[in-house]
């Protein structure tokens, strides 16, 4: 015969830290707010479908050309700079200016030949090209500034 | 006491050997010391401050701590965890290696993006912070030992498994809540392969393309994650089928690293460690192997004895 609950052998202790843990877990869980480590769980929920809005960044070469730099070439730390490149828009001058210098400092270290770096909302969309899957872009520059030589955000 | 309240104690409070109270733990213990000192942490030193966004719990942080720290971490953290599984002070050890799961993931996550990857150990670990690892489960060899369940080795177990059913039921209910049915009946989970290598290394690219180029292939998949995460309560009130919930967790989870390249490898495997009694597992796989051993015994004694060769 299996041993019974015997609830009185769990500490008075261990059951309000219960109480709480379960509170902190359910209060953001069920309304679906982050404070993190307490989360809404949101993961993955929200519908992908052919098209979405993604922050890039671009250098700019000697002759104009634009290209978008993955940030996966830039060391870790700036790895996840879609999340403050994406709370650009409305946020005050300065920090517009240090958001792009910064990624402007990693940028010109694996593209040298950077005159320029620009910060922009693609519009991307998934399109079946002879049977390729290929991403195309439609970039609209929301910050830019010079490698070194001082920047301007536009 | 009403029948749900008998329930309710049970699923909360209920009496698990202390074997398995000391396997968890020690298993909890492991896998915080190697997400510690494996983890690409140091690295993060070199963030901007303007690329850093401090996560809540660490509100006062205005710009990543410099190598040292990080490495430091990591340093105490590991010794820690190491202390914990070889039961050095296993409380004390436990939570100092908790504590420096916790600020290291934080400072992970204080770049803008809320990350996951980290906060279902942390999560489930937290109630054996205050677990009773000292007497019968003090060490492996004496719980081993002690056969009877009881409700102050249980409540540890029984709490992280309700911590996690939750998780997974949240998870599933926010993808109900914000999508609808279409999160499984839509093209959803094609697109979700298809742009699968923009979002993490994948590391079998082909399979998350075939799965994105086959409608019926993407619906299957996406069914069986929202089919998993809904029904995870079930494992409250069907207790056997804990088993084949782990199994599932661990394979959506290997399967999103292999499809996206998505790091959930704490996720994996801190369901299974914490939802199969591997002590009950490792007693019935020594008895059936004495049972087919005296069996194999009995057979070759029954046998007539072969003629000598000469």
Wanted: aromatic fraction near 10%; charge should be positive.
């Amino acid at each position: 015969m299996a041993t019974p609950t015997d609830v009185t052998e769990v500490p008075r202790t261990a059951r309000w830290f219960v109480a709480v843990l379960f509170a902190l877990l359910l209060v953001p869980g069920v309304v679906g707010f982050d404070t993190w480590p307490l989360t809404g769980w949101r993961l993955f929920s929200a519908l992908r479908d052919e098209s979405q809005n993604r922050w890039v960044v671009q250098a700019v070469d000697g002759s104009g050309e634009a290209r978008i730099v993955s940030l996966e070439e830039l060391p870790l730390g700036y790895r996840h700079a879609e999340w403050p490149m994406a709370d650009l828009p409305g946020s005050s001058e300065a920090h517009r200016r240090s958001v792009c210098r910064a990624l402007a400092d990693a940028v010109v270290k694996v593209r040298p030949d950077t005159v320029e770096v620009q910060i922009a909302e693609d519009a991307q969309r998934l399109v079946e090209r002879d049977g390729e899957w290929v991403l195309t872009h439609d970039p609209e520059v929301e910050a830019t500034c010079t490698p070194r030589r001082g920047e301007q955000a536009s | 006491m009403t029948r749900f309240r008998r329930w309710l104690d049970d699923t909360l409070w209920g009496p698990e050997t202390a074997a398995r109270l000391v396997v968890v733990h020690v298993g909890l213990s492991l896998l915080i010391g190697a997400r510690v000192a494996l983890g690409s942490y140091r690295q993060l030193a070199d963030t901007p401050r303007a690329l850093v966004d401090p996560v809540p719990l660490l509100f006062w942080v205005e710009r990543m701590p410099p190598v040292w720290v990080f490495v430091a971490l990591q340093v105490v953290g590991t010794v820690a965890a190491l202390a914990a599984a070889w039961r050095r002070s296993p409380r004390v050890t436990f939570a100092v290696a908790w504590v420096c799961y916790l600020v290291l993931a934080g400072l992970r996550g204080s770049r803008g993006k809320v990350l996951h990857n980290d906060l279902l150990l942390l999560w489930a670990s937290a109630p054996f912070l205050l677990a009773p690892v000292g007497g019968a489960a003090a060490r492996l060899k004496d719980a081993w030992r002690s056969r009877e369940p009881r409700s102050a080795w249980g409540w540890p177990i029984r709490v992280a498994t309700v911590i996690i059913v939750l998780v997974y039921f949240l998870a599933g209910y926010h993808k109900l809540r914000r999508s609808g049915p279409e999160w499984v009946l839509g093209d959803n989970m094609r697109y979700v392969m298809l742009w699968g290598p923009s979002i993490g290394s994948p590391a079998w690219g082909d399979l998350a393309r075939w799965v994105g180029e086959h409608v019926w292939a993407a619906r299957v998949s996406a069914g069986f994650i929202l089919g998993i995460e809904l029904t995870f309560p079930v494992v409250l009130v069907v207790r056997r089928v804990q088993v084949l919930y782990a199994l599932a967790a661990a394979v959506l989870h290997v399967g999103t690293w292999f499809l996206l390249g998505l790091d959930y490898w704490a996720w994996a495997i801190t369901v299974p460690l914490v939802l199969v009694d591997w002590p009950a597992v490792a007693q019935r796989f020594s008895t059936n192997r004495v049972n087919s051993s005296a069996k194999v015994r009995r057979s070759s004694a029954d046998q007539p004895s072969m003629p000598s060769a000469m």
